[in-house]
């Protein structure tokens, strides 16, 4: 898949970027997004020239940003092979007391995480499907147990029910779609209370990003599911 076209939503750090060097190195063209183009552009020159990295500012929270970059993708290069959305945010929440995040901050975190991932997956599944595709999402851990008092467990619980509704709607078009949920990662974002805890690093999930990525068209990894070695389930 030297030509092949990777896009990676939320690419400026952690799991987008580790897995935008790791698709680098499988020979994928990239368009890489994010809100903070700058500090993006800078990591992407180290990946390739223009021809081969393409920067896009993108906020995954408007349609309209990405459908209009979808359809540039297509019009420059001809083609889109393999989209992981990616982007998202975290705040700590509590519903009993004022501990954490002021509601009024609550609705970015699920803008980004629940609408961020279904706007991509709309914008980007025609062109999939033309291509023969592979549509990638970025789960949790998190979203597949109980947290309490943790919205942002909630909304990667979205992210599980999401992928689930998109693979039952892309049967029989030839498009692959998986679910990655990684454990405990170090993206630079964990809450002072787990710094302690066992952690993966960003090219721990790539590597299971591309896992799925370099299977067979005749293969579909539906979910994959990561931790660090000693992370207890519940956390």
């Known amino acids: 898949m030297g030509e092949g076209v990777f896009l990676i939503t939320g690419a400026s750090r952690g799991i987008g970027l580790a897995t935008a060097q790791a698709a680098a190195e499988a020979g994928y063209r990239l368009v890489l997004t994010a809100r903070d183009v700058d500090k993006l552009a800078e990591q992407a ?114 992210v599980t029910g999401l992928a689930q509704a998109i693979r039952a709607e892309c049967v029989g078009t030839g498009v692959r779609v998986t679910l990655v ?18 952690k993966l690093a960003p090219a721990d999930v790539a590597r299971a990003v591309m896992y799925a990525v370099s299977q067979p068209s005749t293969v579909d990894v539906n979910e994959i599911l990561v931790r660090p070695l000693g992370q207890d389930a519940y956390r």
């Open 45 to 158: 020159a180290r990946l390739g020239g223009p021809d081969r990295v393409w920067v896009a500012s993108c906020d995954v929270r408007a349609w309209e940003q990405l459908a209009a970059l979808v359809g540039r993708v297509e019009e420059e290069w001809g083609r889109l092979d393999v989209v992981f959305a990616n982007a998202g945010t975290s705040v700590v929440t509590s519903f009993t007391s004022s501990q954490g995040a002021p509601p009024a901050q609550w609705s970015d975190m699920v803008l980004t995480n629940v609408c961020g991932p279904a706007f991509t997956a709309r914008a980007a599944l025609p062109a999939l499907i033309r291509s023969g595709g592979h549509l990638v999402l970025t789960g949790s851990a998190a979203g597949r147990g109980v947290r309490p008092g943790n919205l942002y467990a909630a909304t990667k619980w979205a």
């Open 181 to 198: 949920q990684p454990g405990l990662t170090d993206t630079g974002g964990i809450p002072t209370s787990r710094l302690g805890d066992p």
